[in-house]
C-alpha cells in the first residue's frame, strides 16, 4: 500500500493519500507484534510456541496495542470522505482546516494513551499477550466501529439522495456531474473502508467472548477471529490492487478502443476497398464528362448546319434577286 501509494503522483498529494501511509505505518507495527504469536508468552504458562518471559509478553501486547492505531484512522479515512462527499470540502480548504490536523492527532494519541497505559496489564490471551483488563481495550473499538459505521451510512444516504435529484433533473449537467463525481468517492470510500468491516468487528466479538470466559467454547471462531484481526494490510492491499486492476481495464479498452480503427484503415483489403470506391465513384463522373462533351459537339454541329443552310439560302437568293432587277430593266 506504501508503494503503491508513493508511486501515484496524485494520490500521493492528497490527504487520502497521507492518511493511508499513516494507517500502513502502524497496521505494520501491529502486524509485527502478531507475527510472534505465542513465542513471546511465559515459558511457564504451558502454552504451544511460548518461549518468553513477562517482558516479552508486554513487549508484544504494547506494539499490538499500538497497532490498533490504525483501526482509529479508519474512522479518520471516514470523517475525510465524508467531508469530501456530503459537505463538499476541496482538498485545500481541508488543509487550511484545523481539522486536517485532528484527524491524525486524534487516532493517535487515543491508540497511544492506551498502549502505554496498558503496560503493567499485558498478560497471556492464548494466541499472544494483549491487555488484560476486562472491557478496557474493547471500548474505544466500539466506539470506533460505531463512528465509522454511522459515517458510511450517513454517505450511502447521502449518494442514494443524490442520485434520486439527479435522476429527476437530469436535464441539468452540472448535477449530473456532482452526482458522477459523490458516486465514484463513495465507492472509493467503500473500496478503502472495506478492510476496516472485515479485519475489527470479529476482533471486537473475540474481545468480548475473552472478557466473558466464553471464547474457548467456540474454536472455530477464535481461530477465524485470530485469523481476521491479522490481515488488515492484505484486505487493504487486494482492495486497492482491484481497484487499480478495473482503472487499468478501462485504459486498456479506451486504448484498443482507439487503436483498432487506425490498424483497419491501414489494412490491404482496407486499402483496396477504398480504391474500388473511388474507383467506382469516378467512373460515374467520367461517363457524365463524356455525356457532356458529345452534348456540347452535337449542339456546335447543329450551329454549324444551321449557319450553313443560312449561307446557302443567301447563295441562292442572290442571283434570283438579280434576274428581277434585269427584268425589270428590259421592261423599263
Sequence with gaps: MIIGVMRDKEKKKKVIGELIITLSCFDIIGSLGYAFTSLPIPEQDYIYGAKGNPASCTAQGFFIQLGTISLYINVSIAFYYMLIIQFSWREHKLRKSP??????????????IFA???????ENAILWCNNSQKYWSEIPVAIAIAIATYLMLSLCWFVYKSEKASARYSARSSTNDRASLSKQFFYQSMVYLGAFYLTWPAYLALQVMLARGNAFSNYGFYLFAGTAVTLQGFWNFLFHSGLQLRMVKKRVSSALSRAIPSVMRNTPRSQNFSQESTGGSSSPRRASTRQSRQSRQSRQSSNDRRSSSKEMSVATNEPSTALSIGAEKEEE
Excluded at 99 to 112: H, K, R
Excluded at 116 to 122: H, L, M, S, V
Design 99 to 112: 481539522v486536517y490536523y485532528l484527524l491524525y492527532v486524534v487516532p493517535i494519541t487515543v491508540g497511544a
Design 116 to 122: 502505554f497505559a496498558a503496560i503493567p496489564f499485558y
